[in-house]
């Protein structure tokens, strides 16, 4: 004992340093986000467990800003994007030009929605590895399991959809699940997030960027063929597809589809859309 201990004591304050580090990096996941779902997704899970997880991921991830789950619609139902009830019925060959199979054709889908566009529709579904979604790889064949289960039996395990490279895996550390933490006031957002900075919501009235009012966004939206509601969040999130002319190029952060969970998006959204109407 005697003799370990000159060699031990001046390592005490390493010990303390390690110690607390080890103490904070199990503490981040738990308190500071609800532990993510994505954790219990493991390749033990059932395809029908998958399933029921993929649908709390379909409901909490912003899906259904754009989709419906209406049994008794068909493929258009009343969202931006197709309706999805029965989308595993009517895929079950895939697309023409496209995967030839259901699990093929939902990977792509989720991975690269432009790749196939559902006829009628434009190209306005962010892919779902990326904002505002934010699935990683578990969470997608959970998706998939989910999106079989609308139609078939679900049949996916982890493993058994293709992960191109990039695209994130659940780590054990876990990642940020925001969804559904905070409620959203989207009229305390704008300022929050410093929009008002550079955006007034009266017509006219220019600051660093356009004037957000209703009215404006809709002609703005008009010409880019795309509705008012996809056109706020493609210019929100991805504000660079999309640049307004007589304004600076890249001035607008481009990170906000990481800042705001897809709700607070969706609530910004509505927000914007009504703003300046006039009587
Ligand atoms: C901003 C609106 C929007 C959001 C958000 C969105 N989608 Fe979509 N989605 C669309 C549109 C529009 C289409 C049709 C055009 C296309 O194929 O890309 C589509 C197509 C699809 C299809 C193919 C449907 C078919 O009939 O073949 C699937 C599956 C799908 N989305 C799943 C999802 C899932 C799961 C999420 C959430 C992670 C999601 N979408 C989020 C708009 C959206
Ligand atoms: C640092 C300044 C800045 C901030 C902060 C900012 N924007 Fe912008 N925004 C701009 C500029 C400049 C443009 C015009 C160039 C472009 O289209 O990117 C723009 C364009 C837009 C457009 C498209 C307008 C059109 O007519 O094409 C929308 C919508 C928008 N911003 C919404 C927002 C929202 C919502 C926020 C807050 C979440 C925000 N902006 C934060 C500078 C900013």
């Known amino acids: 004992m005697n003799r370990i201990a000159p060699?031990?004591?001046?390592?005490?304050?390493?010990?303390?340093?390690?110690?607390?580090?080890?103490?904070?990096s199990n503490w981040i996941p738990q308190t500071r986000w609800q532990p993510p779902q994505a954790q219990e997704i493991s390749a033990a899970l059932a395809p029908a467990e998958l399933a029921q997880i993929g649908q709390t991921i379909?409901?909490?991830r912003g899906c259904l800003a754009c989709h419906t789950i209406e049994p008794a619609?068909?493929?258009?139902?009343?969202?931006?994007?197709?309706?999805?009830?029965?989308?595993?019925?009517?895929?079950?060959?895939?697309?023409?030009?496209g995967p030839d199979n259901l699990v093929g054709y939902l990977a792509q889908a989720l991975y690269e929605p432009g790749a196939y566009l559902v006829e009628g529709y434009a190209n306005i579904m962010p892919p779902s590895i990326s904002a505002p979604a934010n699935l990683n790889y578990e969470e997608v064949v959970a998706?998939?399991?989910?999106?079989?289960?609308?139609?078939?039996?679900?049949?996916?395990?982890?493993?058994?959809v293709p992960r191109p490279a990039g695209v994130r895996s659940a780590v054990p550390s876990g990642k940020p699940t925001t969804v559904g933490a905070q409620?959203?006031?989207?009229?305390?957002?704008?300022?929050?997030?410093?929009c008002d900075a550079c955006h007034s919501l009266k017509a006219g009235e220019t600051k660093v960027g356009p004037a957000l009012d209703a009215p404006g966004m809709k002609q703005a939206a008009a010409e880019r063929k795309?509705?008012?509601?996809?056109?706020?969040?493609?210019?929100?999130?991805?504000?660079?597809?999309?640049?307004k002319k007589g304004f600076p190029s890249g001035v607008m952060p481009q990170d906000y589809g990481t800042r705001m969970t897809a709700g607070q998006l969706d609530a910004l959204v509505r927000y914007l859309a009504v703003q300046g109407?006039?009587?």
């Open 143 to 160: 998706v998939i399991a989910y999106l079989q289960s609308l139609g078939k039996t679900p049949t996916v395990k982890v493993g058994d």
């Open 183 to 194: 409620a959203a006031e989207p009229a305390a957002m704008f300022a929050s997030l410093g």
């Open 73 to 97: 619609a068909g493929v258009k139902g009343g969202g931006r994007g197709p309706n999805l009830a029965g989308v595993a019925s009517r895929r079950t060959q895939g697309v023409k030009g």
């Open 58 to 60: 379909v409901r909490q």
């Open 277 to 279: 109407k006039r009587p």
């Open 226 to 243: 795309m509705s008012l509601e996809a056109f706020l969040m493609e210019s929100i999130v991805n504000p660079k597809v999309y640049e």
């Open 7 to 24: 060699y031990v004591t001046p390592l005490i304050p390493a010990f303390v340093v390690i110690g607390f580090f080890v103490w904070f």
